[in-house]
């Protein structure tokens, strides 16, 4: 039998699978009328699905408070980030999924200090990944021409996924090694990053 949604429900639902309910709604609410419709009507109400669920994510990004993501990494010093980006890349025949998790929008906004998570999996989209462990490496900047700390590239690091929807990923390690470039030091770094998905990424969900 169907019945209501009350506010005690809604409250009950995790922020992410409300942004996803939402944008499906709006999408299939935009698609109904397009039976019959001409290949311009049809790009315009998928344009439309996109600026929907584009304002969709960018009020759940107000809500949420994670509205530029966030990056918080167990160094010596300790390192925080206010902004954090992430992109998918469903996996090919040939090849496999790539998650990316940056400090900065594009290279061209690179900010110090910078960092950038990049793994793979066997995932034809993000939500398959959710409580798996993949493999990649990590890249650290403190400030430019500084010196760059990463994992060993013979070596891949271990990353969870903790959780990944519609509006962001979040990825956590833990005690792994990095290394300097420029010297012999070597530290532990541990922590979580939140990155808010951009426009590239394939929708959670859907494969390319």
């Not at 699978?17 to 009328?33: K, R, T």
């Not at 998790?101 to 793979?120: I, Q, T």
């Not at 962001?168 to 808010?196: H, P, Q, Y």
Request: charged content about 20%; hydrophobic content about 40%.
């Amino acid at each position: 039998m169907r019945r209501s949604i009350d506010r005690e429900d809604i409250s009950s639902i995790p922020m992410g699978n409300l942004v996803s309910v939402a944008a499906l709604s709006i999408a299939a609410g935009l698609l109904a009328g397009c039976g019959g419709s001409t290949p311009e009507q049809i790009a315009k109400a998928t344009k439309d699905v996109q600026a929907a669920v584009t304002q969709v994510q960018q009020t759940a990004a107000q809500a949420t408070g994670v509205s530029e993501g966030s990056v918080d990494l167990a160094l010596n010093p300790p390192l925080k980030i206010g902004k954090c980006f992430a992109r998918f890349t469903p996996k090919g025949a040939t090849r496999p999924a790539v998650l990316q998790l940056m400090s900065y929008d594009d290279a061209k906004s690179e900010g110090f200090p910078s960092v950038l998570l990049w793994a793979s999996g066997d995932a034809a989209s993000a939500t398959d990944l959710i409580g798996q462990t993949v493999t990649g490496h990590l890249f650290v900047q403190r400030e430019p021409g500084g010196s760059i700390w990463s994992s060993s590239t013979l070596e891949p690091i271990a990353i969870t996924v903790v959780q990944a929807d519609l509006l962001s990923v979040t990825c956590e390690i833990k005690e792994v090694d990095v290394f300097r470039a420029d010297g012999d030091e070597t530290t532990k770094a541990s922590g979580k990053l939140v990155g808010l998905w951009k426009e590239k990424r394939a929708e959670p969900g859907k494969g390319r």
